[in-house]
């Protein structure tokens, strides 16, 4: 079965420190990754995925699929970025995600 | 993207009786809904998958006596938690999909039930 992987429950940095949530995932086919966010008070959404391979609000994420990794960076962390910070995937062709556990970012003054 | 709704936004109710949560799409005709669980400081995790129109789609071991889903129309999809139990408390959260090949789901803010 597939699986989303983050090692990290909690992740504390600094302003301007550079931050990378890690996600690992776990799927026989090509999935589609995506990373969500949830800042406090508001609802879940998406911040970015694989396949767009876009920057938002500084974040970046690459796919490796040799290490079947999709880590979240950002090169200066902002305290507007502390969040829950979800890695999801959807197996080909399904629209069902399946998330992982969570990091949640906090982002000190 | 896609404005969700859901109401109530927290319930408490007596152990025993049912629950009615709504989900609406208010900018969006969805043909699929999907409703999560989430527990305390856990990952969200899918209940099912709301079709319009057709039975919902169960993920293995969610009971659908239990957990009844209705999608009648194009913009509400309702979640009803029957004969609801200590154990049912969680916050349920549903999302709309705008379709394959899109693959972005827009959330509702969830809800809250919490049963004595």
């Known amino acids: 079965a597939q699986r989303v992987t983050q090692p990290e429950k909690l992740l504390s940095v600094f302003k301007g420190a550079p931050v990378e949530l890690k996600c690992n995932y776990s799927?026989?086919?090509?999935?589609?990754l995506f990373w969500y966010v949830q800042y406090s008070r508001q609802r879940l959404q998406l911040l970015l995925r694989?396949?767009s391979r876009e920057s938002i609000k500084g974040f970046t994420a690459d796919l490796n699929k040799g290490e079947t990794s999709f880590h979240l960076k950002k090169p200066f962390a902002q305290e507007e970025d502390s969040a829950m910070y979800y890695c999801?995937?959807?197996?080909?062709?399904?629209?069902?995600?399946?998330f992982g556990k969570g990091t949640k970012l906090t982002v000190n003054p | 993207g896609a404005v969700v709704s859901q109401h109530p936004s927290w319930v408490i109710c007596k152990s025993g009786t049912s629950v009615k949560i709504e989900c609406r799409s208010l900018?969006?005709?969805?043909?699929?809904m999907f409703w999560y669980r989430q527990f305390p400081k856990q990952s969200l995790m899918l209940m099912a998958t709301?079709?319009?129109?057709?039975?919902?789609?169960?993920e293995q071991g969610v009971e659908k006596d239990k957990f009844l889903i209705n999608h009648a129309s194009l913009t509400l999809s309702t979640l009803t938690v029957t004969s609801a139990h200590p154990e049912d408390s969680s916050f349920y959260i549903c999302?709309?999909?705008?379709?394959?090949?899109?693959?972005?789901?827009?959330f509702g803010p969830g809800t809250r039930l919490t049963v004595l």
């Open positions: 999302s709309v999909s705008k379709g394959s090949g899109y693959n972005e789901q827009f």
């Open positions: 799927y026989s086919g090509s999935p589609e």
């Open positions: 694989h396949i």
């Open positions: 999801a995937l959807t197996q080909g062709g399904s629209e069902k995600l399946v």
């Open positions: 900018d969006f005709q969805a043909t699929t």
């Open positions: 709301s079709n319009e129109g057709s039975k919902a789609t169960y």
